[in-house]
C-alpha cells in the first residue's frame, strides 16, 4: 500500500512495451463494484478469496507487468503462484514513509480505522518476511523518484535476461 506498484508499474511497463494490470482494478471490474464495497460486504477473508482467484489468472498472462494488491502475499497459494510464474520485484518502502505518502488517501479499507502509522507498522511486521520469501529482487523506494525507479527495475530486469536489453550506452 503506497510503495509505488502502480506509479513505478505503470512507467516500466510503458518503457518496456508491456501491459500495465493492477489486480484490484480487475477484479473492480468483474465484481462491478469498489475493493472497500466488497470489503465491507463480504469481509477481508471473502475478499482474500476473489483476490486468490484473480491472482491465479492473471499469473498465467504473458507479457505483463502486474500490481497486486499489498496483501496479496499472505495466501502461500498466491506467493507461488507469483514467485513461480513471473519475475516479482518487492518495492520496499518504511512504514513511515508509507504513513506519509498515504496520508489523504481515502481508498484503502485497512487504514481506514484507528492510528494509521501504528497499523501500517503492524502489517509491515508481517508482511516484510512475505514479500521477501516471494521476491526475486528487492528495491528500496526510500529516496528515489518513481520514474527513477522505474529504471532500477528495467535495469535490474535486464540484467537478468527477464527483460531484452534497452540498448543503453555503456
Ligand atoms: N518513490 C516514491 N517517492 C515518493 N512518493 C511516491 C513514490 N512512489 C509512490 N509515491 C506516491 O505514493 C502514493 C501511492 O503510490 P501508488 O503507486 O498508488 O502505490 P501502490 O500502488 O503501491 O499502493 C502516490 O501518491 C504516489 O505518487
Ligand atoms: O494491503 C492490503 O491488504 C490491501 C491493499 C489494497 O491494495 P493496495 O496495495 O494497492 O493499496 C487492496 O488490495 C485492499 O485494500 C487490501
Known amino acids: 500500500m503506497g510503495a509505488g506498484k502502480t506509479t513505478v508499474g ?27 464495497a466488497l470489503f ?9 478469496d476473489i ?16 500490481a497486486t494488491g499489498g496483501g496479496a ?3 502461500p497459494e498466491n506467493r507461488k503462484a507469483l514467485h513461480e510464474r513471473g519475475t516479482v520485484v518487492y518495492l520496499r518502502a518504511s512504514p513511515d514513509d508509507l504513513a506519509h505518502r498515504l496520508r489523504h488517501d481515502r481508498s484503502r479499507p485497512l487504514l481506514q480505522q484507528g492510528d494509521m502509522r501504528a497499523k501500517l507498522h503492524e502489517l509491515y511486521r508481517v ?25 532500477m ?9 527477464v527483460l531484452p536489453s534497452s540498448g543503453a550506452p555503456g
Do not use: K, W
Open 40 to 48: 465491507s460486504r463480504l469481509g477481508e477473508a471473502g475478499f482474500r
Open 127 to 151: 508482511r516484510d518476511p512475505l514479500y521477501r520469501e516471494t521476491a526475486h529482487f528487492v528495491i528500496e523506494t526510500g529516496r528515489p523518484s518513481p520514474a527513477l525507479l522505474a529504471n
Open 73 to 75: 502475499v499472505l495466501r
Open 51 to 66: 483476490e486468490a482467484g484473480a491472482i491465479d489468472a492473471l499469473t498465467q498472462r504473458e507479457g505483463v507487468v502486474l
Open 153 to 161: 527495475v528495467q535495469m535490474q530486469l535486464e540484467l537478468a535476461g
Open 10 to 36: 505503470r512507467t516500466l511497463a510503458q518503457r518496456a512495451g508491456l501491459r500495465f494490470i493492477d489486480s484490484d482494478h480487475e477484479i473492480e471490474r468483474e465484481q462491478g463494484c469498489t475493493i472497500a
